[in-house]
């Protein structure tokens, strides 16, 4: 495998901008690919992920390895990451139940939230 070529340059005709393990990222000024990355320094990938405004994002496979890494090192990460998630997941289905007006009615997801903001 050729580490000097980009990943547009690999991925020319590709429809997710997601890395794959063979993909090659750009970090402290080497290229190196994804199985790299999380094979040798998963914490600095994990970072990168999950950092404000990041860019980078992986398909689930190589997620799921980097998450078996990390969570032998750090558990307390990927469970503070998971509970962030689980969050952001409740918060956009309230908000799409608010818009829908499905809130108030018997069959919402929200029982407590809907009778408050109903009563409002």
Do not use: C
Not at 61 to 86: N, S
Request: hydrophobic share 35%; charged share 35%.
């Amino acid at each position: 495998m050729n580490l000097k070529t980009k990943k547009n340059e690999t991925l020319n005709n590709v429809l997710s901008k997601k890395y794959r393990l063979t993909d090659v990222l750009l970090t402290d000024k080497k290229r190196r690919t994804i199985q790299q990355l999380i094979d040798k320094s998963p914490m600095y990938l994990w970072n990168k992920i999950h950092a404000k405004h990041s860019n980078v994002s992986l398909v689930r496979v190589a997620y799921a390895k980097l998450k078996a890494k990390v969570a032998i090192k750090r558990p307390d990460l990927v469970k503070k990451t998971e509970k962030e998630f689980e969050a952001y997941k409740a918060k956009k289905r309230l908000l799409k139940e608010q818009r829908n007006g499905t809130l108030g009615s018997s069959n919402s997801r929200f029982k407590k939230v809907s009778s408050k903001l109903v009563n409002k």
